[in-house]
């Protein structure tokens, strides 16, 4: 091709980069028209972080000085006609990407050399005043070399959020979608590693529809079957679980005696479900291929929990008796959360009181979850998330007070030390009660299956075979 012929091209070249700019500026308009008014703010926010970032970096100490020469500078040195022009070092900016969202923006930024992980947690509070910030977080990113900054607008804390369950058998069983943390990022817990969990907190704090989230979430699945002891209530049509009963394979109310009877079912049903796991999964921990409708995941509530494990003191017959029950119930609890997992059985002990037995700590120090919505004194706190919610002042709950706190919870960060506060969706009974309804047909009791697997003459033939299945 001709230089002639080549630069007859160019005002074609000219269009079609043109063409291709106002192509991906009209997508950008369009898509900050469709925009919610908070992402409008959020988009708004990543521009002004993006053309102010290398300015703002040098001012947080998060730029270095490189004084050597690159190789391009020098061969320009050679080549120019002051050949004592003294080369500046450059300062170099740690690269980021910033995606906006509804609560703000998600950066990533590249380390330098001593600007890694430390050095933007320490800028993490001059950066969030500098871009209006409530809150900056920074964590390691997925990729080495990288750290992610989460700046939130507002505080996901103070905004009450509502949740409508679907009705449509989640993806993922295993996930169990708490809230959404004081990062506006989702907190989620997975059932496979989690044989139990604790949940606290003072009362209408936020307990139940904490726990209809869960229930309602979960309910279309038949790969999972849902099991109640209520000390509150004395049967399944009173109490907070009324509106869930029929999606139930048991409730029982608050007798400790009927209480102890099911917890020993549910510790043989664990038993037996040891004894069979290699044989119809072909590996130790049913989590590899589970669950399955005839091995469902097991969830068994124990509200008011300390109505079953409380410390009975006293000499008469009686209070002799509910005491050595209630030893009882807190060993085969203990025994659940200690050996279900495996096996996929989850126990999950909630209470309202605020003293070290209404949950015994040797229960509580083997749940790797704790949560505590609102409570009203530290020891109430220490109660229910261990003695190093001491050192976190932020995240105690004794400071959710405020009513705008009805819903806010405590746990254990699990990607750094401490503890991080998770606002959960406030989900009514009427729409638990729309999912019960709708899911009841599903309702199995697990004891049946068991007892199929063990014995029945069709051991392993009667089930479909395919993934997931009880195929060996
Ligand atoms: N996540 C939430 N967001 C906003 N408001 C909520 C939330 N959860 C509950 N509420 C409000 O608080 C009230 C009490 O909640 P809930 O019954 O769940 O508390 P609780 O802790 O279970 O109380 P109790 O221990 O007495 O049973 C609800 O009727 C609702 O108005």
Known sequence: MSPAEIAGLAPMVVGAGLALFLILLIVQVVRYVRATPGMRRSIWLAVRIRFRWARLAEMAGLCVADKKPTIGAQIGQEFSSDKNRKIEPRTLVPKIKVI???????????????????????????????????????????????????????????????????????????????????????????????????????????????????????????????????????????????????????????????????????????RRRVALVRSVFGTANMWHQGPTEQWPLIIIIVDEAHTFLRDYKGNDPETKKLAALAADNARLIEDLVKKGRSVGMVTIPTTQKPTGDAIPTFIRDICPVSLSFAQRTTDAAVAALGDDIRDWDDANPVNLQHPSYVGVLVMRADDRPGFIRVRTPYVSDADTARIAAATAYLTRDPIAFIVALEGGPNFRKDYPQGPGSLAA
């Not at 804390?157 to 996930?175: E, N, S």
């Not at 809230?179 to 989702?186: K, N, R, W």
């Not at 109490?239 to 409730?251: E, K, N, Q, T, V």
């Open 100 to 270: 906006p969202d509804e609560y703000g923006v998600i950066i990533t930024a590249t380390c330098l050399p001593k600007v890694s992980l430390e050095e933007f947690q320490k800028a993490a509070r001059f950066l969030a005043d500098a871009w209006g910030c409530v809150r900056v977080s920074v964590v390691p990113a997925d990729r080495p070399g990288q750290v992610t900054i989460r700046a939130v607008r507002e505080d996901p804390l103070a905004t009450t959020t509502v949740h409508v369950p679907t009705g449509l058998p989640p993806k993922d069983v295993t996930r169990w979608e708490i809230g959404m943390d004081e990062f506006a990022l989702p907190a989620i817990v997975s059932f496979n590693n989690v044989p139990g969990a604790t949940v606290a907190g003072g009362t209408g704090k936020g307990k139940t529809s904490f726990l209809n989230r869960l229930l309602s979430d979960l309910a279309p699945s038949p790969l999972v079957q849902f099991a109640v002891i209520d000390g509150k209530a004395s049967s399944a049509d009173e109490g907070d679980y009324a509106s869930i009963a029929p999606r139930l394979f048991r409730f029982v109310g608050d007798d400790l005696k009927a209480a102890n009877t099911f917890l020993k079912e549910m510790v043989d049903l664990r």
